[in-house]
């Protein structure tokens, strides 16, 4: 096993710290070796992220960028590219994503195919109906969730298939929680055709305060779609090793805790970002000790046919 720099090591755990307290709580959780990928793969995602929007963390928003972002995405396929084919490489993000690949093996399509998710934000994307906006889930995060599964040392197709479903879970819990921040850069994920069932046809629609209400009735609706998918991803903790068993089973709840309290709030949920406290996420990492340590012992149950398919 290659030995990762220290310098390498030491900005991705920082980029988790920095960019999600829930997801780094949940790496703190898994053995040594398993976190060590983690956050490696996590800081290239981020850095994806925040290089395609120009952004910092995700938080400012950097002037006189986004009009390059298509040169940006290709720069990164490049890079990810020549990662993946073991060339060496300046930037300690690429030379941490070169050794997760090899450690894992993990198939250069999934890395792409993550990198084709950003390109639905590039290059402007109408999601007509759930479906679309399921393939932009399965892109962003989806993907993700199964190349930590790999990381975690999953082989078994359908156990991938519930990571998966975890990582459209989550991201379907983003996109409700985050409606009005997307929208004021311009970008809606929710469903156009239930939006205007709502009423709601155009961007200033959506962003008017008289149509709160009926903008929280969509996201509520959202949230209930990732119930399916929380409840499968649940199965698939059965598979994995106990201390991931234990780290994926607390960011698990707190993220379904998230999608619930923007429920709970109904028209008010975009008047203050809605997060878990500090003492709510230890009580939900006590919570998911148990989780972890009964799940492989009750019933299994299928997974649904109807869940989303991942194409790769």
């Known amino acids: 096993m290659n030995t990762v720099d220290a310098q390498v090591l030491q900005q991705a755990s920082q980029t988790i710290a920095n960019g999600s307290r829930s997801f ?17 793969l996590y800081g290239w995602c981020r850095h994806c992220d925040d290089l395609i929007d120009g952004q910092t963390l995700g938080h400012e928003q950097r002037e006189g960028t986004r009009e ?3 040169e940006r995405l ?21 030379q941490g994503l070169a050794e997760v690949v090899r450690r894992h093996r993990i198939p250069p399509e999934w890395l792409m195919e ?28 989806g993907v993700v969730g199964v190349m930590m599964a790999r990381i975690m040392g999953v082989t078994q197709r ?32 929710l469903p156009a055709d239930w939006l205007a069932h709502e009423g709601i046809g155009t961007l200033p629609d959506l962003l008017a305060d008289g149509n709160r209400e009926r903008v929280a ?3 509520a609706r959202l949230v209930g779609t990732a119930e399916p998918y929380y409840r499968s991803a649940r199965e698939g903790i059965a598979d994995l090793p106990l201390r991931c068993a234990w780290s994926i089973a607390t960011a698990r709840s707190v ?20 997060a878990t406290g500090t003492a709510e996420k230890l009580w939900y990492l006590a919570r998911s000790a148990g989780v972890a340590l009964a799940v492989p012992h009750l019933p299994r149950q299928p997974r649904d046919a109807a869940l989303f398919q991942r194409p790769l």
């Open 255 to 274: 993220y379904r805790r998230i999608g619930h309290e923007v429920v709970s709030r109904g028209a008010h949920a975009w008047d203050r970002r809605v």
């Open 74 to 94: 290709a720069q990164l396929q490049a890079l990810t590219a020549a990662a993946c084919a073991g060339r060496p490489s300046a930037d300690p993000v690429f």
């Open 24 to 40: 780094s709580l949940a790496a703190r959780l898994m053995d040594a070796h398993t976190r060590e990928s983690t956050v490696l």
């Open 114 to 141: 993550h990198l084709a998710g950003f390109g639905m934000d590039v290059h402007p994307t109408r999601y007509d109906s759930l479906p679309d906006v399921l393939l932009y889930c399965w892109r962003v995060a």
């Open 217 to 219: 009735r969509v996201a």
């Open 158 to 189: 359908e156990t991938l298939d519930r990571a998966c479903d975890l990582g459209l879970a989550f991201q379907l819990t983003n996109i409700a929680r985050d409606v009005l921040e997307d929208a004021q850069i311009g970008r809606v994920y």
């Open 68 to 70: 390059h972002a298509a």
